[in-house]
């Protein structure tokens, strides 16, 4: 009896090994192939900024780590999970990128305009869209003529 169960638990292992392999090979094929790791929309706000900040200056992270002193697996730690920067670290990131170290870790809701009734040169232009394009070569023209005599163009 004591065999049945040592190969049960042996298989059960087998099985779980098997599991955690092909699933770390699958994040890895994933990753490589480019596509978004799991823990990418739970990235904190400072991860973000300052990933974003990076590749903005084509810099890798044993770069960033350099120019900061820091080591290069502290940028992969904060850039990917850690919701706790220093200070310090805040502002040598911000004093390197030239940003205010609120921008890498405050979130301002973003301004939505609201739409305004149609001018009345748009619902012209729309219906200039309409006409056949000799029409709308002609308009063109006559608009260039008018913005030339005024200088714009």
Request: no cysteine.
């Amino acid at each position: 009896m004591a065999t049945w169960i040592t190969e049960y638990v042996q298989y059960i292992y087998h099985i779980k090994y098997v599991n955690i392999t092909l699933e770390r090979k699958m994040v890895k094929i994933n990753y490589l192939i480019g596509m978004k790791r799991s823990n990418d929309e739970n990235m904190p706000l400072f991860g973000k900024r300052l990933l974003a900040l990076r590749k903005s200056r084509n810099l890798k992270q044993a770069d960033l780590a350099n120019a900061l002193g820091v080591s290069r697996e502290t940028i992969s730690y904060y850039e990917s999970r850690a919701n706790n920067p220093t200070i310090e670290l805040i502002n040598k990131i911000s004093a390197y990128f030239g940003v205010p170290p609120e921008y890498l870790i405050i979130e301002y809701p973003q301004k939505r305009a609201k739409p305004g009734p149609t001018s009345k040169i748009e619902k012209q232009l729309e219906s200039i869209r309409k006409l056949p394009k000799e029409k709308q070569k002609a308009i063109s023209a006559m608009l260039d003529m008018a913005l030339q005599s005024e200088s714009v163009l």
